[in-house]
């Protein structure tokens, strides 16, 4: 069975963090034009050179480096290549998460489950048409909530594949009736080639996990929070 670490934290983290960033992080870090967005970015970055140095604590959370494969996904530069660590990072204004494997692809993605957005205007052109029956079968109160769980499934989807953005997401179907089934990736690939996990934390945001797997079987997730705004409710391979 494939194992998820994940790490889960919030922003209010970046002022004490910042000091293990390389100079091409803080420069980033320093470009974003609202504090709330810069806090959120270190906080991640941070969070994931901490959450690698613990999976191999001889490596100093300052000495990781770090480089864009085909398509933008970051990987791990030079000798850390060799450690077959695979890592994916999200931010939220309010929480950060990363996940970490051994040898095997993965993906997260972290949002406010009660987040304003027009259901209608997304879903026309994210999800796919049996998402958006399903979500018009739904009452209308209930329909944001359940949109954000489509959406952090398909975002932890595309990191995982590596493809983000280029991922056709109004072709990549979910059904989330009984659990987490893909009925149609869009992209060619196996619906069982990924498995997911996701779960509600205490302060309302929604956290997707996708990892390679067996056969579509959802990972474990070994689960560290570093914040206690990020308390886990509950953990499971359905919303």
């Given amino acids: 069975m494939t194992v998820a670490h994940v790490w889960l934290g919030g922003p209010s983290e970046a002022d004490t963090n910042a000091t293990v960033l390389c100079d091409a ?3 980033r870090a320093a470009s974003f034009r609202f504090e709330r967005d810069r806090n959120s ?27 864009s494969a085909p398509g933008g996904r970051p990987e791990l530069a030079g000798p850390f290549k060799a450690t077959g660590l695979r890592f994916s990072l999200a931010h939220a204004p309010e929480a950060v998460a990363c996940v ?25 052109r994210t999800a796919s048409a049996a998402e958006r029956a399903g979500l018009q079968a739904l009452p209308a109160a209930d329909r944001g909530a359940q949109f954000m769980r489509l959406w952090t499934l398909k975002e932890a ?7 983000g953005l280029a991922t ?8 989330l009736t009984d659990g987490i089934v893909i009925r ?11 498995g ?12 997707a996990v996708a990892a390679s797997t067996c056969r579509g079987r959802p990972p474990q997730v070994v689960l560290h929070t570093s914040a206690a705004n990020a308390s886990v409710t509950r953990v499971c391979s359905s919303p």
């Fill in 196 to 207: 997911f996990v996701q779960w509600t934390t205490s302060d309302g945001h929604v956290v």
């Fill in 25 to 27: 992080e803080r420069t």
């Fill in 41 to 67: 970015w270190i906080a991640a970055h941070t969070l994931l050179r901490r959450a690698l140095s613990e999976r191999m604590p001889e490596v100093a959370p300052s000495a990781w480096r770090f480089e």
């Fill in 157 to 163: 989807y595309a990191k995982a594949t590596g493809r």
């Fill in 100 to 124: 970490v494997t051994q040898e095997v692809s993965c993906g997260i993605d972290v949002e406010r489950l009660a987040r304003a957005i027009d259901v209608e205007a997304l879903g026309r």
């Fill in 168 to 175: 056709p997401f109004g072709s990549l179907d979910f059904d």
């Fill in 184 to 194: 149609a990736t869009g992209d060619g690939r196996s619906n069982d080639e990924f």
